[in-house]
């Protein structure tokens, strides 16, 4: 039984909390960590009795095998040190950091340990994604040529949020990008992005944008392009479409039911899932179970700290192409 | 080249005109009859010089192989024994004729004359039914079960027509019942029939109805359902489903487009082509050119006299299933 | 908190048990009863420390508000009687009893107590089906003309099984027939049901069918029709039409995932959900929950001891017709 | 009655004869002109008389109000400029010419005359694009964001003609560039392109690629992705999207029927129509009978030389980007 400590109860957080309580056989959340008394009271209902209101306490103290970090990504630097420092094995949140220095001194410390460390980009364990993964994996499409994904929120978030998010990029399409290198299984050479801001709030006080395409090009001369957008009036739309020698996989959205109703007007089929703690919930359960079997098998993660780090300066890249207007190389930001 | 006399130029027969005109090689429509000028008037246009307003006239002096009778179901006996007589191949609308008795003599002058006949169940000819059809004699579902038919009309037509024309099982459900026929390649042997009114029309002044789902049942024991409707809101729904050990094969609605528009409401998706003209404008072309290919090669024609009497045995069955709220035998009508 | 004792942990029953333990706050399972050591222990891990194997003890030592009843079919005559007798609340999975003798007897102790009882036609709190049901409160119909139910399963149970459920009428098309009552809120007066054999079991030696097409006529004239089939090559096939003066709603199937792969031969869609258990995954939980809060809230279940009965007859009713080729009326059965 | 000539009897020029003759009733093709004779012959099928193998002669002698110029491309120079200095109207097939100083010497003769000149982007005329069109009009999207276009031919053009075509971004993506100015009512400011080859043929030898996706950015600070393949295994792949602030409207591709089979490996809908001809089928008739009625009615054509001249220079934009890795600016091509 692997016994973990959750640090951060936020939405996210609670997530995987419930997913472990109720769902994974080989682990048990023994330990949280919150500033919050609330939250704290909330974790109590899941049957855990080891509860702080310190980091450092809940690492000492806990009797903890592996940390789930979900607290804000503004103290990840902090809670990933601490945490490789007591040797606890780590599954956290997306992004690692906003800087890439941060990231690379993270990954120092990782590499001198003997940690298994797992990255939250929880949409790799979609159903869908994992069922396209496998056809691309079992050669189905011949050579890929191309991915397509469109990723659109239902609406923005918080002002608030955005200013210490890291923006369009690092917060929202930085899953898309790690999606495109992981469904092509090639690394990202270059990337063009244009991008501009067409809601309502007053995103270029902080330098952010809403809407961008960006097309990335690979090692292997294939190439993604990836549309973001943070007000989709029809609902959150989350599509992806592989484009290979042999043929087409695409996934297209899920609704919470398939009622269609027709009359005059036409047929009118249902609207997207709401948002992602909906759209994604299978993914969340099963990358959780993923690091969890890597603890109970000593395997190696299938998601690893580079794929944070590749991400992120993917991230990066699209931000200084869409404000340079120009095509920048990967090797510029890393 | 075959030469083609046509009488009635009404909404099907300038259907048929055109399309021996301008899509079929072998045939040419060269004579024309009509008691309407304006209809004798629209025949010229199409490059036809013998125009009549007596019928037997055309038989007689139209020099035509063959004769597409258009005319109201009505004057179908008198014409159909006239053009026998006359030894032209026929191509002759649906139904053949209201009463089985007529029916049963037309078949008796046939049986005794070389004559080629022809059916107007077009929607055999229809690229769904041709493919689901051929489908079917591949093998592809193994033993056939059931078919499942859904034809329902944008609106129903007007009192006047519905007084001569038979009223819902003669004039429109036949199509379905022959087209159950042919799918299954088998004969039926039973119906039962329920039925209603639900729309504004007062239908029951004239013994019929606008609604209604049928049962039949055939010598092989695989079974039809098919629902009838003159009243729907959605357009004009034509679906056809197929089951069967090994799979099901089904068509869905055609449409104008394949345009949708997405709004927080959902996704709404275009209604079904208008009517029957638009819908099964391929079939009036496919049917007409297979009767001109079977003059042409001196082939035996793929829809028969037989089919016409079969399938108008089943409408009468469903008419008094209906009526009587009981199993009706086929024995029971011819 | 509603305390629940479980009588019957096979399939059904560890659903319910995972739903209530993990899902609903206002109950908890504190009792659990079974002949089977292995489903015992299994409670046991929910965190039931009252387990039985004797029922009588159960309901007199567990300490509970309500059972749920999932035990086998010929168990629930006195599983039933006995919890009435005790003044247990009752969850009780479908069919109440094979017989209407015994489901009248029922009925009348019921009458006479002031317990609560809900029938476990789950398909009602499914989803899809909430919707319809809330379009046609909502009078977006107009009025309800039909209903179309079509419900084929991916494959046979065993003969077994087979010999004491009561045939395809009374252990599978019975949630059709209530779906069928529950959407159209009117009630059945007459069947018609013709029915076969086209897989391999020999079922004509228990005197049932795996295929099956009924007709259901409603005291307000609309109509059902429903298609069963114990033999579906395709997967599991769950859908429903209703169709009304102002506009037709369905409902398709649902995919574990979105994902479709296009080459020469087309675009591949993926299967429906394989079986009941997977499909109706949020009907169970649905329903056990608003068993719940009728108990909370002291209110009427939506599913009565009534809808029961009156779907039991409407089998019986089916059956009879497949059997004697004619239709039989709702008077003749109760 | 309009007299048309028509130049070039190859693929296109065949169907805008067959659509002329058939379909439109204001005009009619009185003189042909072609080198072949077999084509000529051709022409005499649908009652041409006036049958030239020197195109001046035609001009000259043919009795015409309008010539349609369906030539390769290599002689649409010549083949305007005389008919400028004939005084003929023209309805002219894409692209004008490769050369951007022809087009605008071209332009400047027009530009001196009193001739309508319509240019042959039939795609506009397809009726998914009149309805998308006729939304974005409507303001039903509001602020239109973006527009992605699918564009795929199921297999490319021999190397013969991809010599002389002006390879993929002159012959092909041209359509789409032209109907991404068309949808978005804006004009193109930049344009990065990647392209590569991932087909057989050697398209290196001739600088030409196989592969590309381009990002447009219109003055209004929309954008536009557009992705083409010569090489798309599941047939021609023909989809439009246009994002905007209030929803989202789409086309699917269109297929032959509407058929589809299920068995154990889920549902297989069809393939696309087969390549443009069959697809846009309806495109080429409605453009050459709005062509017809600018004639009768005197009106402006709705396709006009600028827009030839424009599409044309986005393809040389494109290409290139797509040489240079790099943003090309609409500026530095005219």
Redesign the interface.
């Known amino acids: 039984m692997i016994k973990i400590g959750i640090v951060g109860l936020g939405r996210i957080g609670k997530v995987h909390l419930h997913n472990i309580q109720?769902h994974i056989v080989e682990a048990q959340v023994v330990a949280a960590c919150s500033r919050s008394e609330q939250s704290l009271d909330y974790a109590k209902q899941f049957g855990i009795e080891k509860l702080f209101t310190s980091y450092e306490k809940m690492l000492s103290e806990g009797g903890i095998d592996a940390v789930v970090v979900a607290s804000p990504t503004a103290l990840h630097f902090e809670h990933l040190k601490l945490a490789i420092a007591a040797q606890k094995h780590i599954f956290c949140e997306k992004p690692i950091d906003l800087s890439i220095e941060n990231i690379l001194e993270i990954k120092r410390h990782l590499s001198a340990s003997q940690i298994k460390f797992m990255l939250g980009f929880n949409r790799r364990f979609d159903?869908?994604i994992l069922?396209?993964k496998k056809?691309l994996k079992d050669g189905?499409l011949?050579?890929t040529?191309?991915v397509?994904l469109i990723s659109?929120d239902p609406g923005p978030p918080p002002m608030e949020f955005i200013k210490t998010s890291g923006g369009l990029f690092l917060d929202m399409a930085i899953h898309d990008f790690d999606l495109a290198r992981h469904l092509m299984g090639s690394e990202v050479t270059?990337v063009?992005t244009?991008a501009?801001i067409?809601g309502q709030l007053p995103l270029e006080t902080v330098g952010d944008v809403d809407?961008a395409?960006s097309?990335l090009?690979f090692e292997d001369?294939s190439?993604a392009?990836i549309?973001n957008?943070r007000?989709?009036?029809?609902?959150y739309?989350q599509r992806v479409e592989v484009?290979?020698?042999?043929?087409?996989?695409?996934?297209?959205?899920?609704s919470?039911?398939?009622?269609?109703?027709?009359?005059?007007?036409?047929?009118?089929?249902?609207?997207p899932m709401k948002f992602f703690i909906e759209r994604y919930k299978e993914s969340y359960l099963n990358i959780l179970n993923s690091f969890v079997q890597c603890l109970v098998n000593d395997t190696v993660p299938e998601l690893s700290f580079e794929d944070g780090l590749r991400s992120m300066a993917i991230s990066l890249a699209a931000k200084k192409s869409s404000e340079e207007?120009?095509?920048v190389l990967l090797s510029e930001i890393v």
């Open positions: 109720h159903p869908n069922k396209i056809e189905r011949g050579r040529q191309s397509k659109r270059q063009f244009t501009g067409f809407t395409v097309v090009k001369n190439f392009t549309e957008s007000n989709s009036s029809y609902g739309d484009f290979g020698d042999k043929g087409l996989v695409s996934s297209q959205n899920k919470d039911d398939t009622v269609s109703f027709a009359d005059q007007k036409g047929f009118l089929h249902p609207k207007n120009r095509v």
